[in-house]
């Protein structure tokens, strides 16, 4: 539809409103009952609603007569089924075509049948009710919608963190874990939901900037060149560099660049220092070197936890932040906590 002409048919914050009548007296003073409350539009045949549709539609409601000559009211409502499912279909009925109704409505193209004469109260209410139905399937529509993009950013965020696990040997697991410890902290902590959903996201793809690395540098045995340790420690900035692009209010490519930054600026890539770094990254911070420390690596066996803990403890404040680094030792020392697999938690 030309541009114009869906501004000319538009009205401002008002739900769109079809009354399909042969009467033209009737379908005036239909018109005059809805006109305040909705954005109204008349047409005097099926045909002439199926082309009113087509120029102004979509319709939240549309109310037709059921006798009409040419295109009866259940042939056009049908049709309105099918090419615009989401318009809610009441029909206007004499008591002679009751069944005709009946069946329009078992068939589920009528949301709702009212019988001639219709008192006004009645119909205003009918099509109210209709309207909010609208509502409620557009929200249903929307929740759903919702949730399919839910899953679609699971499955994306597992298979990239699959996928640059599957790179490394050693790192095999490490996100998932330090993403549970995370999450455990940032209970601990106190972190709202929506905080702890960022936080789990960022923890699983935390080291994906490591896709830039040759895999030989991450599995081969023995210390590293200096050359080869700087590739390595782009990894921060590569994974915020892919991840960008996401949602910017969602700070999850900000975690991930931040997360080998220390609280005294001696981290990298950006050197930042204390509340400069951003919560979630201190958190990650913490798990991911306890993880670390824990875990075997191509240039020495596992340190254990106790290392771990003491490593966090000794540079609480100077390297990590001080309610992530209690956060920590408590789930540890006062809760039992170990890193298992990680999987259970997530
Ligand atoms: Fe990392």
Same mark, same amino acid.
């Given at each position: 539809m030309p541009e114009e002409m869906r501004a000319a048919c538009a009205e401002a914050g008002k739900v769109r409103l079809l009354l399909v009548d042969d009467d033209r007296n009737l379908l005036e003073s239909l018109r005059r009952l809805f006109k305040d409350d909705f954005e109204v539009f008349t047409a005097e045949s099926g045909q002439e609603a199926l082309g009113v549709m087509a120029t102004c539609?979509?319709?939240t409601v549309i109310v037709s007569d059921?006798?009409?000559?040419?295109?009866d009211g259940i042939e056009l409502l049908s049709r309105v089924s099918r090419a615009s499912p989401d318009t809610v279909r009441v029909l206007l009925t004499g008591h002679a075509d009751m069944q005709a109704a009946i069946d329009a409505a078992n068939l589920g193209y009528v949301y709702r049948f009212l019988t001639k004469p219709c008192p006004p109260e009645v119909l205003r209410l009918s099509v109210e009710e209709a309207r909010r139905h609208a509502e409620l399937l557009r929200d249903q529509r929307e929740l759903f919608a919702l949730k399919r993009c839910k899953v679609l950013l699971e499955g994306i965020v597992r298979g990239f963190s699959t996928l640059v696990e599957a790179r490394d040997v050693y790192l095999a697991g490490h996100q998932q874990r330090v993403t549970a410890l995370a999450l455990a902290m940032g209970r601990e902590m106190g972190l709202t939901d929506a905080e702890k959903e960022t936080l789990r996201i960022a923890g699983l793809l935390h080291d994906i900037g490591k896709v830039y690395v040759p895999a030989d540098f991450l599995n081969r045995p023995g210390i590293l060149r200096a050359e080869e340790l700087s590739v390595i420690q782009m990894h921060p900035e590569v994974g915020y560099d892919i991840l960008k692009h996401l949602d910017q209010n969602w700070p999850v490519a900000v975690i991930i660049r931040q997360h080998h930054e220390r609280m005294d600026g001696? %981290? =990298?890539?950006?050197?930042l220092q204390g509340r400069f770094i951003a919560q979630g990254a201190r958190i990650l911070a913490v798990a991911d070197v306890v993880d670390a420390m824990c875990s075997h690596r191509p240039y020495r066996p596992s340190l254990g936890i106790s290392a771990a803990l003491a490593e966090i403890e000794k540079n609480r404040g100077r390297l990590y932040d001080e309610a992530a680094a209690d956060a920590c030792l408590k789930l540890f020392r006062?809760? %039992? =906590?170990s890193l298992g697999d990680g999987s259970a938690e997530l």
């Open positions: 539609g979509p319709f059921l006798k009409m000559p040419g295109m001696s %981290g =990298y890539p950006q050197g006062e809760k %039992g =906590y």
